[in-house]
Each structure stands twice: as structure tokens, then as C-alpha cells.
């Protein structure tokens, strides 16, 4: 089981950027994909981006291409979710989450290990 506790969330004005930390501990963090969900008020769980253990390979939701970045430093055990042109409607509380295995895969149920989540709130 790995720990994980993100960090980095605020209030923000439309247009504005925030950078989202999760720092991980517990188990070896090289080689299991991470990823980064939300869960905005009313709605499902949704998956925002998820970069593999190497970070060689990342997958983003159509919502956020083109303004988010995932990254990942595993000298630190860190993922990194940089968030630019936020909007209105990426209000949420934003989750890092850690694979339960070495294989790649975007789906939530495939995440064993989930942080408390940081609310990101964007202001018109």
C-alpha cells in the first residue's frame, strides 16, 4: 500500500495556474502509473490525466489537453499535476491516486491507493 498526500490547491481567478503536488511513500513508487481525478459538486469521480512510471507516456482528458501537464520526479516520489487557463467549471477537489499494479491503464477501479484530495475552486 503506498501513502499519498496532495498539496497545492486554492482559490484562483479565472485564467489564472496552479501546480498540484502528491507526494507518494510506502511502496516503491518507480513503475506504477499515477493519475490525477476530481470530483466537482454533483458529479462522478472523473479521471484527469495519468502518466506511466517511467513518464514516458501520459494520457489526458479531451477537457484539459492543451492546459494541464502531468509530471513525475521518482527521485522525489512526487506527481506533479501543473494546471494553466483554469476555468470556472475545473472546480473540484482534485485526487492523486497510484496504479495497483505495473500495467498502464486510465480506469479509477484500477487505482489502489488514493490521497485525501486539495479543493481547487476558480472564480469567474
Known amino acids: 500500500q503506498v501513502q499519498l498526500v496532495e498539496s497545492g490547491g486554492g482559490l484562483v481567478q479565472a485564467g489564472g495556474s496552479l501546480r498540484l503536488s502528491c507526494a507518494a511513500s510506502g511502496r516503491t513508487f518507480r513503475g506504477y502509473a499515477m493519475g490525477w481525478f476530481r470530483r466537482a459538486p454533483g458529479k462522478e469521480r472523473e479521471v484527469v490525466a495519468v502518466i506511466s512510471g517511467s513518464g514516458g507516456r501520459t494520457t489526458y482528458a479531451d477537457f484539459v489537453k492543451g492546459r494541464f501537464t502531468i509530471s513525475r520526479d521518482n527521485a522525489k516520489n512526487t506527481v506533479y499535476l501543473q494546471m494553466n487557463s483554469l476555468r470556472p467549471e475545473d472546480t473540484a477537489v482534485y485526487f492523486c491516486?497510484?496504479?495497483?499494479?505495473?500495467?498502464?491503464?486510465?480506469?479509477?477501479?484500477?487505482?489502489?491507493?488514493w490521497g485525501q484530495g486539495t479543493q481547487v475552486t476558480v472564480s469567474s
Open positions: 491516486a497510484a496504479h495497483r499494479s505495473t500495467y498502464y491503464s486510465t480506469l479509477p477501479t484500477d487505482f489502489s491507493s
